[in-house]
């Protein structure tokens, strides 16, 4: 059971990217192979202590055990030996929420990690009334909304859904299920689901981020009011920046800051590596980098995309596939970069995500031991996000 909120509880519950994922048998296999083995290795060292001078054991299986062979027995004898963890990287695409110390929820994207956020606000909010769930979108593609509409928190009318998003983001969610201008192309063939506002008792609001200095706030019947981008959004205690980040679709990153603990979210950023300084997309590359920089400066957790090894991104090495494939203007960043990045950016710890759907979980374990190695060099904390991931600031 988890204590009080102090400042701010980071819940993570889909760090992958471009595609949901189940790992493969040879996978599953390989994860409890490495469990079982780690904990016979245990057993046996156990027994080991227990041997006489002449190499047999010494004991009876009740000492062992301290009572009868029972289910009861086991466990905690298997429990005293505290084997280790699987590692579960989870195969849901991006969600995270944040608990406030002041009572807000507040999530990140509503990838397919979604379905189980709401689950957790169902027991959360079980006997409240009033409801207010505050959604900071970061950008339109399928993987950043496609759990929306899995989630329970659309079908209860005392939820109230107020999303802070930019204006490609609050059109995916509207196009297809009309939840802000209550108008759905429900006759659309080829339409992404059955379902649409009618069927969703919930409210839900809309404020569109976008620079109201230099590109004004052009009217939409589906935006319930405007944010300017260079300004922060307070909910609560909390304070939340947001920034442009660079990748095909226009997407935000955000700076939260809550009594002084800073988390800054940054999925979908291509650190682009192109041969020519001057061409347009780099510059546009560096910038977005740059920024990100400065709104990562000494935060506390980063949580940034990751998704190719440098090999990768220049098809030097395959991932997934019999041939290496470039990866450039995919919009995404090369894990060698992000290590470099929150060096720069002094962020004590960096959670790597936005996993490639074709990267295997012992690929990622392989990754993941690296960076460790990397952390204690250079004395800030490197990893492979995995979901389930809870961290208390
Ligand atoms: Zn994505
Ligand atoms: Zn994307």
């Given at each position: 059971m988890i204590g009080d909120i102090e400042n701010l509880r980071i819940h993570f519950y889909g760090v992958q990217g471009s595609g949901s994922i189940f790992p493969l048998k040879e996978e599953r296999d390989d994860i409890r192979m490495n469990s079982d083995l780690d904990l016979l290795e245990k057993v046996f060292s156990k027994l080991q202590d227990k041997t006489s001078a002449n190499n047999t054991?010494?004991?009876s299986l009740e000492e062992i055990l301290d009572g009868p062979l029972t289910k009861d027995s086991l466990k905690r004898f298997r429990d005293s030996l505290a084997p280790q963890e699987p590692t579960i990287f989870g195969g849901w695409t991006t969600c995270f929420r944040l608990e406030t110390s002041d009572g807000y929820d507040i999530v990140i994207d509503c990838g397919s990690g979604f379905r189980l956020c709401a689950q957790d606000l169902d027991i959360k909010w079980r006997d409240q009334e009033q409801r207010t769930l505050y959604i900071l979108g970061t950008h339109a593609h399928f993987d950043h909304t496609e759990g929306f509409d899995q989630?329970?928190?659309?079908?209860?009318?005392?939820n109230h859904i107020h999303f802070f998003a930019n204006r490609s983001y609050l059109t995916s969610l509207d196009?297809?299920?009309?939840?802000?201008?209550?108008?759905?192309?429900?006759?659309?063939?080829?339409?992404?689901?059955?379902?649409n506002y009618e069927m969703m008792p919930a409210s839900f609001e809309s404020t569109e981020i976008r620079d109201t200095v230099n590109?004004?706030?052009?009217?939409?019947?589906?935006?319930s009011q405007y944010h300017d981008l260079g300004e922060p959004i307070q909910i609560g205690k909390t304070t939340i920046q947001p920034f442009s980040v660079f990748h095909p679709d226009p997407c935000l990153g955000y700076r939260i800051e809550h009594n002084g603990k800073v988390f800054v979210f940054c999925t979908d950023h291509e650190l682009r590596r192109g041969d020519?300084?001057?061409f347009p997309l780099q510059v546009a590359s560096l910038e977005a980098e740059q920024r990100l920089i400065e709104q990562a400066m000494n935060a506390d957790v980063l949580y940034r995309d990751g998704q190719f090894l440098r090999a990768e991104y220049d098809a030097k090495k395959p991932l997934g596939g019999a041939i290496g494939v470039p990866r450039k203007d995919w919009g995404h960043s090369c894990i060698e970069d992000v290590v470099d990045m929150a060096i720069k950016a002094n962020v004590g710890r960096t959670y790597i995500g936005h996993?490639?759907?074709?990267?295997s979980w012992s690929e990622l374990i392989k990754i993941d031991a690296d960076l460790a190695k990397q952390s204690e060099q250079a004395g800030l904390h490197f990893e492979m996000a995995k979901a389930e991931t809870i961290i208390d600031l």
């Amino acid at each position: 059971m988890i204590g009080d909120i102090e400042n701010l509880r980071i819940h993570f519950y889909g760090v992958q990217g471009s595609g949901s994922i189940f790992p493969l048998k040879e996978e599953r296999d390989d994860i409890r192979m490495n469990s079982d083995l780690d904990l016979l290795e245990k057993v046996f060292s156990k027994l080991q202590d227990k041997t006489s001078a002449n190499n047999t054991l010494d004991c009876s299986l009740e000492e062992i055990l301290d009572g009868p062979l029972t289910k009861d027995s086991l466990k905690r004898f298997r429990d005293s030996l505290a084997p280790q963890e699987p590692t579960i990287f989870g195969g849901w695409t991006t969600c995270f929420r944040l608990e406030t110390s002041d009572g807000y929820d507040i999530v990140i994207d509503c990838g397919s990690g979604f379905r189980l956020c709401a689950q957790d606000l169902d027991i959360k909010w079980r006997d409240q009334e009033q409801r207010t769930l505050y959604i900071l979108g970061t950008h339109a593609h399928f993987d950043h909304t496609e759990g929306f509409d899995q989630s329970n928190v659309c079908f209860d009318p005392r939820n109230h859904i107020h999303f802070f998003a930019n204006r490609s983001y609050l059109t995916s969610l509207d196009r297809h299920l009309g939840i802000f201008s209550h108008q759905a192309n429900r006759n659309d063939e080829g339409r992404p689901t059955p379902l649409n506002y009618e069927m969703m008792p919930a409210s839900f609001e809309s404020t569109e981020i976008r620079d109201t200095v230099n590109d004004g706030a052009e009217p939409n019947q589906m935006v319930s009011q405007y944010h300017d981008l260079g300004e922060p959004i307070q909910i609560g205690k909390t304070t939340i920046q947001p920034f442009s980040v660079f990748h095909p679709d226009p997407c935000l990153g955000y700076r939260i800051e809550h009594n002084g603990k800073v988390f800054v979210f940054c999925t979908d950023h291509e650190l682009r590596r192109g041969d020519n300084p001057d061409f347009p997309l780099q510059v546009a590359s560096l910038e977005a980098e740059q920024r990100l920089i400065e709104q990562a400066m000494n935060a506390d957790v980063l949580y940034r995309d990751g998704q190719f090894l440098r090999a990768e991104y220049d098809a030097k090495k395959p991932l997934g596939g019999a041939i290496g494939v470039p990866r450039k203007d995919w919009g995404h960043s090369c894990i060698e970069d992000v290590v470099d990045m929150a060096i720069k950016a002094n962020v004590g710890r960096t959670y790597i995500g936005h996993h490639d759907p074709s990267r295997s979980w012992s690929e990622l374990i392989k990754i993941d031991a690296d960076l460790a190695k990397q952390s204690e060099q250079a004395g800030l904390h490197f990893e492979m996000a995995k979901a389930e991931t809870i961290i208390d600031l």
